[in-house]
């Protein structure tokens, strides 16, 4: 059975940092890409990050980019999402997803497993 669990949610400032983890269990990590997705009450999933099998190949929401920064250790069987200067449109529930396959994709349907999801909440 395969499970992703998220931690490093939380409340923080605007302007404060947090690092989101997502480890996988029941899956070889290091073949597969994965992604992290955020969802806002009352908006749509969208992408936030995703990295291929190796971490060698990344894509970033342009308007993300130079704040988040994904990031994958396949030895720990973890993937991360470090998040500086942090806004309140930050505020959501992140999720972290498991790839079909070892390339990245923006795509939620390229993605076969999800975590639970980790409430992020920026107060300003």
């Known amino acids: 059975q395969v499970q992703l669990i998220e931690s490093g949610g939380g409340l923080v400032q605007a302007g404060g940092s947090l690092r989101l983890s997502c480890v996988v269990h029941?899956?070889?990590?290091?073949?597969?890409?994965m992604g992290w997705f955020r969802q806002a009450p009352g908006k749509e999933r969208e992408l936030v990050a995703t990295?291929?099998?190796?971490?060698?190949?990344?894509y970033s929401t342009s308007s993300l980019k130079g704040r988040f920064t994904i990031s994958r250790d396949n030895t720990k069987n973890t993937m991360y999402l470090q998040m500086n200067s942090l806004k309140p449109e930050d505020t959501a529930v992140y999720y972290c997803?498991?790839?079909?396959?070892?390339?990245?994709?923006?795509?939620?349907?390229?993605?076969?497993?999800w975590g639970q999801g980790i409430q992020v909440t920026v107060s300003s």
């Open positions: 990295i291929n099998w190796s971490g060698g190949g990344t």
């Open positions: 029941g899956r070889t990590f290091s073949n597969y890409a």
């Open positions: 997803a498991a790839g079909r396959n070892q390339y990245y994709s923006r795509l939620s349907s390229d993605y076969d497993y």
